[in-house]
């Protein structure tokens, strides 16, 4: 941001809209497909009830999900300025958008499943922390 005092909501909105990207794509510290609860299981059966191109399709709706959200937090740590060039700012927005999905990926192998009345404290942490 140019602004310095900017900087602390916008940090805080970057780390609101990680949270928001782990619950929406139920992600490892929200939500562990691996577990057996019935919770887990009412999300699951969504997806088998599906095979063959139907599965894809939802697979690839979820991916898309995923790729948006990356792009729109990458858009906001994007350091490329405008004016560099199209070619520029798309490399940077590329880069950004790895580096979005490598924490993602980071705080999901580091971070154990949270327990489910502790979710909802993590999400309130997160959007209470985004508002100035």
């Known amino acids: ?8 909501v916008w940090i805080a909105a970057i780390v609101a809209l990680l949270v928001v990207i782990q619950v929406e ?3 490892m510290p929200v939500d562990d497909p691996t577990t057996h609860l019935e919770l887990t299981m009412i999300h699951e059966v969504m997806i088998l009830d599906h095979s ?16 948006t959200a990356c792009a ?16 520029a700012v798309a ?14 990926g980071a705080v999901e192998a580091t971070v154990a499943r949270l327990r ?17």
């Not at 490399?91 to 993602?104: E, K, P, T, W």
């Not at 404290?121 to 209470?128: D, T, W």
């Open 1 to 8: 941001p140019d602004d310095p005092q900017a900087a602390p």
């Open 25 to 27: 794509g139920a992600r």
């Open 52 to 67: 063959g191109p139907d599965l894809a399709a939802v697979q690839a709706g979820a991916a898309v999900k995923l790729a």
């Open 72 to 87: 729109l937090v990458a858009n906001l740590i994007n350091p490329v300025p405008a004016a560099a060039g199209r070619l």
């Open 91 to 104: 490399g940077g927005l590329l880069a950004a958008s790895v580096a979005v999905a490598l924490v993602i």
């Open 116 to 132: 489910l009345r502790a979710v909802p404290q993590y999400i309130l942490i997160a959007v209470v922390r985004s508002r100035p």
